[in-house]
């Protein structure tokens, strides 16, 4: 390969606007009403974990090879029988309509465009059935649990009967979390829109003009079962009586014995838990905390990322989110252990920050940036980032 097919070119479909994510973050802030920015940002109690997350996946190092026969790199990476172009995904994210017009279909079209993983959440603002569609099919969807069997169940054939061929579970959201921002915001149990949110929606021109196109955002997958007419307070209400945070070894295998495609639970960080799951049939784990949004003392997701790996490596599939920002980030991530990194935050400023075109935009941006990594280190597989760790600069895991 000659040097000049060795390099990608770097800006070509980039907006030059927004090169960084740190940029379209910037730009997502002034576009989105402070409510719906605050809601997207914000963590639980004081956001140390928040700040933890992303600071201590940079605190990996990588060790380039200069002088290696290198041969050019690829991006490709199979995962759970699929090859996807690249080793990340989009995590999934409830409200997702709130925060911008259609963010949901925007994000889950660029992703079967660029081939990479969509997760749906149950309390996303589109259907299962669009997001099959939008995806052909190749979207994952993450279900909270419902208390009541005969909803799980339905919820459960309609995932399957839509063709999705992934499901994922929460371990991490055993209670609400406890987020400042949203309380003074309105947006937590029972949600109310009082007069400031709507004075910064009038702020917000781009933002309220895609709404009044999109239509009010709601809760699609769950409308079936939702009785009509209910007003934002008992709506609220309504879907925390439906769903119950904790989930247990049992409910873990009610799911495994009536779920035919492939099991993952995200929010897994402790060896105990994540051995309980391999004993139950999951197929793998996302090491996750929410994206610091429930448990601000705890450890950022990088730390038992680290761990797990060691311990289970090579018993179950190992993914991580929480943190994870750009295509450095990601490479850190790969190198520590896991085998695909999700993003949640990032995405939404893409959309946040370029609207209908911010889902394509991100997913090339962080392709490129990753294959840079790539390049200047040689490494020329995605499973050989492992190889590249500096061990002797990794932070301790504790215990
Ligand atoms: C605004 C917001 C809403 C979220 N909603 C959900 C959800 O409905 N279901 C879920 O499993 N995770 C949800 N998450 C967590 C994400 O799936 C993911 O774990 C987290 O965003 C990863 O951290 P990052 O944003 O730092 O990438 C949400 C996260 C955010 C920021």
Redesign the pocket.
């Known amino acids: 390969m000659s040097e000049t097919e060795e390099k990608t070119a770097p800006t070509t479909n980039i907006d030059p606007r927004c090169p960084s994510v740190d940029l379209m973050h910037e730009r997502a802030r002034r576009r989105m009403p402070r409510f719906a920015y605050e809601?997207?940002?914000?963590g639980c109690f004081t956001e140390i974990n928040?700040e933890r997350?992303?600071k201590e996946i940079r605190d990996i190092q990588l060790m380039p090879w200069y002088l290696n026969d290198y041969k050019g790199s690829d991006l490709k990476t199979e995962l759970f029988g699929k090859t996807y172009d690249a080793p990340f995904g989009v995590?999934?994210?409830?409200?997702?309509g709130l925060?911008w017009p259609k963010a949901t279909e925007i994000l889950a079209s660029a992703a079967y465009k660029h081939n990479i993983p969509f997760?749906l959440?149950?309390?996303?603002t589109a259907s299962i059935e669009t997001v099959a569609e939008l995806t052909d099919c190749n979207a994952w969807f993450?279900l909270?649990h419902p208390t009541d069997d005969d909803l799980r169940d339905k919820l459960l054939d309609r995932v399957a009967a839509a063709g999705l061929p992934t499901l994922?579970i929460?371990a991490?959201?055993p209670t609400f979390g406890w987020r400042p921002k949203e309380i003074r915001n309105g947006l937590s149990i029972p949600p109310k829109m009082s007069l400031r949110n709507i004075m910064q929606m009038t702020t917000c021109p781009s933002w309220s003009f895609g709404q009044l196109l999109a239509g009010i955002p709601d809760f699609k997958t769950m409308k079936p079962y939702i009785p009509k007419g209910l007003s934002m307070k008992h709506l609220g209400l309504f879907m925390n009586k439906t769903f119950s945070g904790r989930l247990t070894a049992d409910k873990i295998s009610a799911i495994r014995d009536r779920w035919k495609g492939k099991l993952v639970v995200?929010?897994i960080v402790n060896p105990e838990d994540a051995e309980k799951a391999i004993k139950l049939g999951v197929d793998g784990m996302?090491v996750?905390?929410?994206?610091?949004?429930q448990l601000d003392v705890g450890q950022s997701t990088i730390k038992p990322l680290t761990a797990l790996a060691e311990e289970f490596g090579n018993k179950t599939t190992l993914m991580i989110?929480?943190?994870?920002?750009n295509g450095p980030d990601v490479a850190n991530s790969i190198a520590s252990g896991a085998k695909f990194a999700?993003?949640?935050?990032?995405f939404?400023y893409g959309v946040g920050a370029l609207g209908a075109k911010g889902g394509d935009h991100t997913m090339t941006m962080l392709k490129r940036q990753l294959q840079q990594v790539m390049e200047q280190i040689a490494c020329e597989r995605i499973s050989d980032f492992p190889k590249h760790l500096v061990k002797s600069a990794l932070p301790a895991t504790g215990g």
């Open positions: 809601y997207l940002t914000g928040l997350n992303t995590a999934p994210i409830g409200l997702q925060m997760i959440s149950t309390v996303g993450q909270y994922v929460l991490d959201t995200k929010g996302i996750s905390n929410h994206g610091g949004r989110d929480s943190g994870v920002r999700f993003m949640g935050r990032t939404m």
